[in-house]
Nanobody, 119 residues
Framework: QVQLVESGGGSVQAGGSLGLSCAAS??????MGWFRQAPGKEREGVAV???????IYADFVKGRFTIFRDNAKNTLYLQMNSLQPEDTAMYYC???????????????WGQGIQVTVSS
C-alpha cells in the first residue's frame, strides 16, 4: 500500500488557475494519476503519468491541465489553467499499474481535495 495525500485545492473564479500536489509515501507504482468526482456524477480520469513521464489526458482537460511528477520528492502535481465551473469536483490522486484513465485500474487512492470554480 502507498499513502497518498493531496494538497493545494481551493476556490477560484472562472479563467483562473490552481495547482494540486500529491505526496506519496513512496513511488513504487509506475503510473500516477488524477481523477475527479463532481456531485451526482461518477469518478472520471483526468490525467495519468508514467514513471518515464508518458502522459495521457482526458479530452475535456487537454491544453488546460498539465500533470507532472518529481520522482526525487515522491510527489505528483496537476497544474490547472483556464478553469471553468464544470471543473468543480473533488480531485483524487491515485497510483496504479496500468496507463489508463479508468478508475478500476488504480488501487491506491488519496482522500481527495475540493476544487471549486465560480462563474
Amino acid at each position: 500500500q502507498v499513502q497518498l495525500v493531496e494538497s493545494g485545492g481551493g476556490s477560484v473564479q472562472a479563467g483562473g488557475s490552481l495547482g494540486l500536489s500529491c505526496a506519496a509515501s513512496r513511488f513504487t507504482y509506475a503510473y500516477m494519476g488524477w481523477f475527479r468526482q463532481a456531485p451526482g456524477k461518477e469518478r472520471e480520469g483526468v490525467a495519468v503519468i508514467s514513471s518515464v513521464r508518458d502522459r495521457i489526458y482526458a479530452d475535456f482537460v487537454k491544453g488546460r491541465f498539465t500533470i507532472f511528477r518529481d520522482n526525487a520528492k515522491n510527489t505528483l502535481y496537476l497544474q490547472m489553467n483556464s478553469l471553468q465551473p464544470e471543473d468543480t469536483a473533488m480531485y483524487y490522486c491515485a497510483a496504479g499499474r496500468v496507463m489508463s484513465l479508468r478508475q478500476g485500474d488504480f488501487d491506491n487512492w488519496g482522500q481527495g481535495i475540493q476544487v471549486t470554480v465560480s462563474s
